[in-house]
């Protein structure tokens, strides 16, 4: 009888911990989740599908597909904080009090690893890309793909 008592204690000490790992798990997630979902500040540069600006093959991202109309490739900070490719991302400033709309756009590419809280818009003209320029202070809000659904 003391066998199974003891066997029955061990049980409950191995649930006890599983329990509050999963907790502790949970409660890392949920961290996450809210920390996606919170605007963050961010620079914001536009970048042309040109050799000069990308590499050899300046139509293809890092993703391995073909560039397009509103993406945007992200920095790898960014990318390990949960944006995600197909994720979208929401542009916008706030200026005398007012915000002042980037706009929606697809996660589609990835940056060199030097870039931290950085964002690139791809603009098919150059020129268009130098009116752009360098934003810092963006607000950028994070909506997850399943989120849309």
């Keep these: 009888m003391n066998e199974i008592k003891k066997a029955s204690q061990e049980i ?11 907790i502790g798990f949970r409660q890392y997630d949920l961290e996450l989740k809210v920390k996606r979902m919170l605007p963050r500040k961010i620079t914001v540069t536009a970048y042309s599908p040109t050799e000069r600006q990308t590499d050899s093959s300046p139509f293809i991202t890092a993703y391995n597909e073909g560039v397009r109309k509103w993406m945007i490739a992200c920095s ?40 931290k809280e950085h964002c690139d818009i791809l603009v098919f003209k150059e020129e268009y890309a130098r009116k752009i ?12 793909k399943r989120d849309m659904i």
């Design 12 to 22: 409950m000490k191995y649930i006890v911990i599983l329990v509050v790992m999963f």
């Design 76 to 115: 790898n900070d960014l990318r390990q904080d949960g944006w995600l490719k197909g994720d979208r991302v929401y542009l916008y400033t706030k200026r005398n009090g007012r915000d002042h709309s980037f706009g929606m756009f697809d996660i589609e590419d990835g940056m060199h690893p030097k870039q």
């Design 133 to 144: 320029g360098i934003n810092r202070g963006v607000w950028a809000i994070l909506v997850k």
